[in-house]
């Protein structure tokens, strides 16, 4: 199966090298790896260049996404400028962030889960972060959740859910319409991907409100939200933080934002969020 890989970057010359190096040592070397270089500061492109003039599966493009580092439509935006670059000869499509080092046998592994059962449409490891010299789980989300720093797609699901949505959220919402779809998803527990930069660390102080947003635009209603954003609230220690979501929800639902699946597709993830949640009560 061919691999193919996107990485969006902003300002990442403390981190890039070590995720590139990472990647041009796994076992099952990817096809091609785009680096978007989205309005860097910093010595970013020279970095990956360097990596260029030695792997010829690389490549660098440029974009100008944003000046704000605002969580979903940014990243989103630069990855579907490295998209663009690419041909359509591949079989799985991958996002992932510029902060990460990959165990070697990563995409080995990702795509031998792909092999074995036809039905698997997104398939992902765990970041783990450092904490008194230990690399330990960064518990920000459900064990059968893949976290957005390390998306890979199968192509027909890559094409079902109609790609990634550009706004917060998309993370979440590609894997609930990917089992609208009847994808499976899949998470390997013993894939471990040291996670050099903790999820949030560099958004703007007016991103708190965007969560609550992305809530109000995948339908999920005032009573999922308020258990989803207590829930994130408290697994990030800043349980004042589930009021800002709450206020976000009630802006966009004032404003009537626009929505990012539609209403057959909402009630879908409703019915899904409140199996799972009785589930886990049960």
């Excluded at 403390?14 to 309005?39: E, G, H, Y």
């Excluded at 359509?88 to 499509?93: E, K």
């Excluded at 989803?228 to 709450?246: E, F, H, W």
């Excluded at 019915?271 to 009785?278: G, I």
């Amino acid at each position: 199966m061919k691999t193919y890989i996107v990485i969006p970057t902003h300002n990442e010359e403390r981190f890039i090298a070590k995720t590139l190096n990472s990647l041009v040592l796994q076992t099952l070397i990817p096809k091609k790896i785009v680096v978007v270089n989205d309005n860097s500061t910093d010595n970013t492109c020279s970095i990956v260049n360097d990596f260029i003039h030695q792997y010829n599966f690389i490549s660098l493009v440029h974009t100008n996404a944003s000046t704000d580092h605002m969580p979903g439509s940014k990243v989103v935006r630069a990855f579907y400028k490295g998209y663009s670059t690419l041909d359509t000869d591949y079989d799985i499509i991958c996002k992932f962030d510029a902060d990460l080092i990959f165990p070697t046998d990563y995409l080995e592994k990702i795509t031998n889960s792909f092999k074995q059962d036809s039905s698997i449409g997104m398939v992902g490891g765990f970041c783990y972060i450092k904490k008194n010299q230990n690399w330990v789980l960064e518990n920000l989300t459900n064990k059968d959740h893949i976290r957005g720093a390390l998306k890979a797609y199968r192509k027909a699901c890559f094409k079902d859910i109609n790609g990634l949505k550009s706004a917060m959220g998309w993370d979440t919402i590609d894997e609930l319409l990917a089992q609208y779809h009847n994808w499976k998803i899949r998470t390997e527990n013993e894939l471990h991907v040291k996670h050099l930069k903790p999820t949030g660390n560099s958004y703007t102080p007016k991103a708190r409100y965007k969560q609550g947003e992305a809530f109000y635009s995948m339908r999920y209603g005032f009573w999922i939200t308020l258990i989803a954003s207590t829930k994130l609230a408290l697994l990030k220690k800043q349980p004042s933080l589930a009021i800002d979501y709450l206020i976000g929800y009630f802006k966009a639902k004032r404003k009537k934002h626009t929505f990012l699946v539609s209403e057959i597709e909402g009630k879908f993830i409703r019915n899904l969020r409140w199996k799972k949640m009785k589930q886990k009560i049960l």
